[in-house]
């Protein structure tokens, strides 16, 4: 992958990012996932910390397989576009909507293995409660909590990674596992770092519109908390706070699946025998 390739794949999907059409269609999507979002986190309120954990990193899992399907749809649409086909989304949906909700049970083992963990963690969080040697057990097992939050961590990485390579390999190659895998394999060990580029390109556009609504939404929160004390209240403010926060967001969820696309062609012509 080279400068030019990347600035030319990188303008293209850019340019592919602005349609109204293609922003109501994820934003309806989005918005779903936001409502999942809102109601864990209005289930989080007042509620101890391993239960916060749990409320707090299932829904990212969770919608996780949502956007892989919207991703595949979406990198369907694009096909078409840069192809200079009509785009019809109910036609493309018909045509792929095994492949669309097929994809979103690739995200299983991630969701169940972060629920492994989680059990885990309430373990040692059970060990800490014991009377008199609670205490002890809190400091010498201190590095189980630590590492498991950690490999959380890891898991939300790893499903933003597996968001950005999976999702083109499903969207233009299908559903078989074994063909996914192999052609995976084959794309990281030819050319790891130019991948790495190719991930850190495709969500930096998210990262840096997801830190500004954020800080908007905590800037706004800050002069809009009243103090009320109600579990409906703060959900209904998050619910009307995030639908400008999903449609805003938008776009950079879409160039992000449309600069996976093109870098997972550029990566296919570039292992391509001559």
């Known amino acids: 992958m080279t400068a030019e390739d990347l600035s030319f794949i990188f303008n293209r999907a850019f340019y ?25 986190r209005g289930l989080a309120v007042n509620v101890g910390g391993w239960l916060l954990l749990s409320l707090t990193f299932l829904p990212m899992f969770l919608t996780g397989g949502v956007l892989l399907s919207l991703g595949v749809m979406l990198i369907r649409i694009y096909h078409d576009e840069v192809k200079g086909k009509e785009v ?7 045509k792929s909507w095994e492949v669309i909700l097929g994809a979103s049970y690739f995200t299983i083992p991630i969701i169940l293995l972060y629920l492994v963990m989680w059990m885990v963690l309430g373990i040692f969080v059970m060990l800490t409660q014991i009377p008199i ?9 201190s590095f189980g909590p630590f590492l498991l939050n950690f490999a959380s961590l890891l898991l939300c990485v790893g499903m933003l ?9 499903i969207a233009l190659k299908g559903l078989n596992g074994l063909q996914l895998s192999q052609w995976l394999n084959k ?20 990262a840096f519109v997801s830190i500004l ?8 929160g800050s002069m809009t908390d009243l103090g009320f004390d ?45």
């Open 213 to 220: 609504l954020v800080l908007a939404a905590y800037l706004s």
């Open 133 to 141: 040697i609670g205490a002890i057990f809190s400091s010498i097992l």
């Open 88 to 94: 019809k989304y109910r036609k493309i949906f018909s």
């Open 187 to 206: 794309r990281f060990k030819n050319d790891p770092f130019a991948n790495l580029v190719a991930i850190i390109v495709g969500v930096l556009p998210v």
């Open 230 to 274: 109600s579990t409906l209240y703060t959900m209904t403010r998050w619910f009307f706070m995030m639908i400008p926060f999903v449609f805003v967001l938008s776009p950079a969820i879409i160039f992000f699946f449309n600069f996976a696309a093109e870098s997972h062609v550029l990566m296919k012509r570039a292992f391509s025998p001559k």
């Open 161 to 169: 990674a597996f968001l950005f390579f999976v999702s083109p390999a």
């Open 16 to 40: 592919g990012s602005f349609s109204l059409k293609k922003m109501l269609f994820v934003f309806w999507v989005l918005a779903l996932c936001g409502v999942l979002v809102v109601f864990f």
